[in-house]
């Protein structure tokens, strides 16, 4: 089941999502539908890993115009365009370890 293979798929897979979620008007579900031919030929492990990484990867990349230029890339991330961009801009650069990084208090900046 688990090979060296599906990993590779499935970081081809992220990165083709996050091309599809920043491009305003490619959203992640248009990402698995235009990428599913692909996986016709494939095992299904491997078919399933490359979709369920266009998705997440999507999901992810909607985010990044959305808060860098407040432009959805995808309908998951209106609400984040949405708010105040200044305010959104300044959280991101003072912020931007919080996600990355497993702490036990929380972040001074943001509260999160």
Same mark, same amino acid.
């Given at each position: 089941?688990?090979?060296?293979?599906?990993?590779?798929?499935? &970081?081809? #897979?992220?990165?083709?999502?996050? /091309?599809?979620?920043?491009? +305003? *008007?490619?959203? =992640?579900?248009?990402?698995? !539908?235009?990428?599913?031919?692909?996986?016709?030929?494939?095992?299904?492990?491997?078919?399933?890993?490359?979709?369920?990484?266009?998705?997440?990867?999507? &999901?992810? #990349?909607?985010?990044?115009?959305? /808060?860098?230029?407040?432009? +959805? *890339?995808?309908? =998951?991330?209106?609400?984040? !365009?949405?708010?105040?961009?200044?305010?959104?801009?300044?959280?991101?650069?003072?912020?931007?370890?919080?996600?990355?990084?497993?702490?036990?208090?929380?972040?001074?900046?943001?509260?999160?």
């Amino acid at each position: 089941m688990f090979s060296v293979w599906t990993i590779i798929v499935n &970081i081809i #897979g992220v990165v083709a999502g996050i /091309i599809f979620g920043f491009l +305003p *008007g490619l959203s =992640a579900t248009m990402g698995v !539908a235009l990428l599913m031919p692909f996986t016709f030929n494939m095992a299904p492990v491997e078919g399933i890993s490359l979709l369920l990484g266009v998705y997440c990867g999507g &999901i992810y #990349g909607g985010s990044i115009t959305a /808060i860098l230029i407040r432009t +959805p *890339g995808t309908p =998951a991330s209106a609400a984040t !365009a949405s708010a105040d961009s200044k305010s959104s801009i300044n959280k991101l650069h003072k912020c931007a370890n919080c996600g990355r990084i497993a702490k036990q208090s929380p972040c001074e900046h943001c509260g999160t």
